[in-house]
């Protein structure tokens, strides 16, 4: 099933089984702990304003509200920002969130920042469309994963690699024109920190590639600039 849960204060919410069942309502719990979910899914919904959520392993807090504490085994963790303008952090202080996160700002500008932990592998693929995009990290040998959707911003501050990868298409890649920041055609750009490498991948198609190291940090580390297919007409300008 897919438990719904949409918190309405600090000691109150309320749930619904695969926005079907009988609605419960619940109030006057104040522990952290207090609210336990299992399910095979789990949809966590913000407000019509702009909140501020953060999603540990097993565990998401809207600012203010009862937190929802969750099965890490359920298949998928849907945030759903609603109205308003809403942040997500993913926070990987305590080790990677296994359950995959399916982020959907909604109306507004939205926002998702990956904080927290040290990976091995983190690959950024920005969406056919501006908004949408996937990161996928491995943290401790444990995979994350948050698929985005209505997004403005990706952060990501989690230190290690990063590989920004382009489209299938012929894309302009531009690294460095604002300070770490790496952007896709017009998608959706990712602003980093904390990052030992920079990996550029163009895919398929005619890419271009342009490029300001002064404007990356990586603690010593390198720029890899993979053109693609081979025989495609890729540049790179620096």
Request: charged content about 10%; proline content about 4%; glycine content about 16%.
């Amino acid at each position: 099933d897919n438990m719904l849960v949409t918190p309405t204060g600090a000691t109150s919410g309320m749930l619904q089984d695969s926005g079907v069942g009988p609605v419960v309502n619940y109030s006057a719990f104040s522990a952290a702990g207090a609210l336990q979910v299992t399910a095979n899914a789990l949809t966590v919904n913000g407000s019509a304003a702009g909140d501020n959520i953060t999603v540990t392993n097993g565990r998401v807090t809207v600012a203010g509200d009862l937190p929802v504490n969750y099965n890490t085994s359920a298949s998928a963790l849907n945030i759903m920002g609603l109205g308003g303008g809403d942040t997500l952090t993913v926070d990987s202080t305590t080790g990677a969130v296994t359950t995959p996160i399916y982020y959907d700002g909604g109306a507004g500008s939205n926002s998702l920042t990956l904080t927290g932990g040290t990976a091995t592998s983190d690959i950024y693929s920005p969406g056919a469309a501006t908004g949408q995009g996937l990161n996928t990290l491995v943290i401790g040998g444990q995979t994350e994963s948050v698929h985005f959707v209505n997004l403005a911003p990706v952060i990501d501050n989690v230190a290690g690699p990063l590989v920004v990868n382009g489209t299938n298409g012929d894309d302009a890649i531009t690294a460095g024109a604002s300070p770490n920041m790496v952007s896709v055609n017009n998608l959706e750009t990712i602003t980093f920190a904390n990052k030992t490498s920079l990996t550029l991948n163009g895919m398929a198609g005619n890419d271009s590639f342009a490029i300001t190291p002064s404007n990356i940090s990586l603690g010593g580390g390198t720029i890899d600039v993979n053109g693609g297919t081979l025989g495609e007409g890729n540049t790179l300008r620096v």
